[in-house]
């Protein structure tokens, strides 16, 4: 007899894509590809909901600030600072791994993700609002974002009521991927 040894299927991005053009995978399955996997994401409660819709409507209002003030200075031109704020949508990362964060601000206009999501050299943060998921996004989404080196990743610990912001991903000597770290309460 042989020993057979049993792996899971992983998925390329292109695989993926394929599913969701099939109609296999929809919206409503909730799932997000993670290193070739399928992953089921955890539906979101009322205080996810709400921190998430506030926290796009203060980034959008911070970022409007930021480019009128630069505006009115002439310190740069506008395709050097316009920025997207995507809530809920894909990023593409070159890991086998499309997931979609909370929130991600990304350089360009909305116009510009219109044939492919945002790579990591587009995204200038990626948000992940956390209360049921945390220590999956303290674990393998910081390390699924520093190996694709996203500069800069921040969870917000719901439960904790704290901020932690991960800056200037690194690999370790075990060739573990993570960030360095703060954290403050709000």
Not at 28 to 39: F, P, Q, Y
Not at 143 to 167: C, F, K, M, T
Request: contains cysteine.
């Amino acid at each position: 007899m042989f020993d057979e040894v049993v792996t899971p299927k992983r998925f390329t991005i292109a695989e993926y894509h394929r599913l969701i053009e099939l109609g296999f995978l929809t919206e409503a399955n909730h799932i997000e590809l993670i290193r070739g996997e399928l992953i089921q994401m955890t539906p979101k409660g009322t205080p996810h909901t709400v921190c998430s819709s506030i926290l796009c409507r203060q980034l959008d209002r911070l970022l409007g600030d930021v480019w009128r003030q630069a505006a009115s200075l002439r310190e740069a031109t506008p395709t050097r600072l316009q920025a997207v704020i995507r809530g809920q949508d894909p990023v593409t990362l070159p890991n086998q791994s499309e997931p979609e964060p909370d929130v991600v601000i990304a350089r360009g206009r909305d116009e510009d993700y219109l044939a492919h999501h945002p790579y990591p050299e587009d995204i200038l943060l990626v948000i992940e609002i956390s209360d049921k998921t945390l220590d999956y996004d303290q674990t393998t989404k910081l390390s699924l974002y520093a190996e694709a080196g996203i500069s800069d990743y921040w969870i917000v610990n719901l439960p904790a009521r704290q901020l932690e912001r991960h800056s200037q991903p690194y690999q370790n000597a075990q060739s573990k991927f993570s960030y360095l770290s703060a954290t403050s309460d709000f």
